[in-house]
T-cell receptor, first 115, second 113 residues
Framework: DVKVTQSSRYLVKRTGEKVFLECVQDMDHENMFWYRQDPGLGLRLIYF???????EKGDIPEGYSVSREKKERFSLILESASTNQTSMYLC??????????????FGNGTRLTVT | AQSVTQLGSHVSVSEGALVLLRCNYSSSVPPYLFWYVQYPNQGLQLLLKYTTGATLVKGINGFEAEFKKSETSFHLTKPSAHMSDAAEYFCAVRNQAGTALIFGKGTTLSVSS
């Protein structure tokens, strides 16, 4: 079974802090994703990566950056956290290899509160 | 552009009743469609997917969905609801580039005894 592990279940940070959200997958997947989940808005794609050191902006990249130095690890970075970034963050991975129909496998999420 | 609309943010059924969660999609390419379920304080779990072939797709936990191209729909059904089905359900379509999923806003299913 694919395991996607998000390092923190809950985080509380102050406005202006630099925040790192870490995600690791153990199935040698090519693609990794960061989504943000908010009530009534569903999941919105922040960034994704289809290879090491490669990244693509999703629908809401503003205020975020990502890092993928190793295939199994994908980090989401909030350069200067703001209260409107309080949310549930979900990491996911998939097989990749171009246009494929493999499903996304999700971690359990990190609930970030910015005060 | 691809998009997904889930009709009804909240659906309530009695235990043993039919479950019907509605999903309509918009896609400029042949769609790949997915249903995910999220239990409280957990990530999303794949229920079923449609890519090509048979339009009636069976998934886990007794759920199934039918792809209807003429109606641009991919509704999720289960003949008899169980208390353990209470969760949030998301419909998703693969984006045009084939690189990520676009999700609907979700439907919360409540099951009463």
């Amino acid at each position: 079974d694919v395991k996607v592990t998000q390092s923190s279940r809950y985080l509380v940070k102050r406005t202006g802090e630099k925040v790192f959200l870490e995600c690791v997958q153990d199935m040698d997947h090519e693609n990794m994703f960061w989504y943000r989940q908010d009530p009534g808005l569903g999941l919105r794609l922040i960034y994704f990566s289809y290879d090491v050191k490669m990244k693509e902006k999703g629908d809401i990249p503003e205020g975020y950056s990502v890092s993928r130095e190793k295939k199994e690890r994908f980090s989401l970075i909030l350069e200067s956290a703001s209260t409107n970034q309080t949310s549930m963050y979900l990491c996911a991975s998939s097989l990749g290899g171009g246009r494929d129909n493999s499903p996304l496998h999700f971690g359990n999420g990190t609930r970030l509160t910015v005060t | 552009a691809q998009s997904v609309t889930q009709l009804g943010s909240h659906v309530s059924v009695s235990e043993g009743a039919l479950v019907l969660l509605r999903c309509n999609y918009s896609s400029s390419v042949p769609p790949y469609l997915f249903w995910y379920v999220q239990y409280p304080n957990q990530g999303l779990q794949l229920l079923l997917k449609y890519t090509t072939g048979a339009t009636l797709v069976k998934g886990i936990n007794g759920f199934e969905a039918e792809f209807k191209k003429s109606e641009t729909s991919f509704h999720l059904t289960k003949p008899s609801a169980h208390m353990s089905d209470a969760a949030e359900y998301f419909c998703a379509v693969r984006n045009q580039a084939g690189t990520a999923l676009i999700f609907g806003k979700g439907t919360t299913l409540s099951v009463s005894s």
